[in-house]
Each structure stands twice: as C-alpha cells, then as structure tokens.
Nanobody, 121 residues
Framework: QVQLVESGGGLVQAGGSLRLSCAAS????????MGWFRQALGKEREFVVG????????NYADSVKGRFTISRDNAKNTVYLQMNSLKPEDTAVYYC??????????????WGQGTQVTVSS
C-alpha cells in the first residue's frame, strides 16, 4: 500500500509558476513509476506527465511540454512537478499517481487526494 499526499497548489497569475510536491509513504517508493494527472471542472481526468522509477525516463503531454518539469527524489520519497509559464487552461485539480510497472506510464495503482491549481488571466 502506498499513500500519496500532494501539496503546493494555489492561485497564480498567468505566466507565473508553481511547484507541486507529492510525498509517498512506504519503503518501496523507488520501485514505482510516478506521474501527475489533472482534472478540470466538467472534464475528464487527463495525463500530464510520468517519470520512471529511476527518474531516467519522462513522458509529457503535448500541452505541457517545455513548460512543466517532473523530477523525483527517491531518498525523500517525493516527486515534484515544476510548472512554469502557467496558462488559465492549466487550471485543474492535480493528482499524483503511482504505477507498479515502474515506467511512469500506468496503469495507476495509487492516487493522491489532489491539489487545486488555479491560474487567473
């Protein structure tokens, strides 16, 4: 069992930056691929970015390439999402996810509770 707790969401103006963190419980964090998803109001949850268990491989949605950066610190059981050049369309609840395959591409085994990101125009 892995518990994921996100933090770092908030309100930011367009063009600004936020850094999300996801702290994981358990000793096996380094065996999980990790990722971030988001869900805007009235829309389905969508994939944003994934990272392999070693951190060597990442996979970004086209909508965030060049603006968002995922990283992980296995010693701290934490994955990060640095979001730059934020746009109003990035407004959503952001969810941290863990996959047991270790590649960061799913399927998702565990979800965090989500953190709200709001980008004002």
């Amino acid at each position: 069992q892995v518990q994921l707790v996100e933090s770092g969401g908030g309100l930011v103006q367009a063009g600004g930056s936020l850094r999300l963190s996801c702290a994981a419980s358990g000793r096996t964090f380094s065996s999980y691929g990790m990722g971030w998803f988001r869900q805007a109001l009235g829309k389905e949850r969508e994939f944003v970015v994934g990272i392999s268990k070693t951190g060597r491989r990442t996979n970004y949605a086209d909508s965030v390439k060049g603006r968002f950066t995922i990283s992980r610190d296995n010693a701290k059981n934490t994955v990060y999402l640095q979001m730059n050049s934020l746009k109003p369309e990035d407004t959503a609840v952001y969810y941290c996810a863990a996959d047991q395959m270790g590649r960061g591409t799913g399927p998702v085994a565990y979800w965090g509770q989500g953190t709200q990101v709001t980008v004002s125009s």
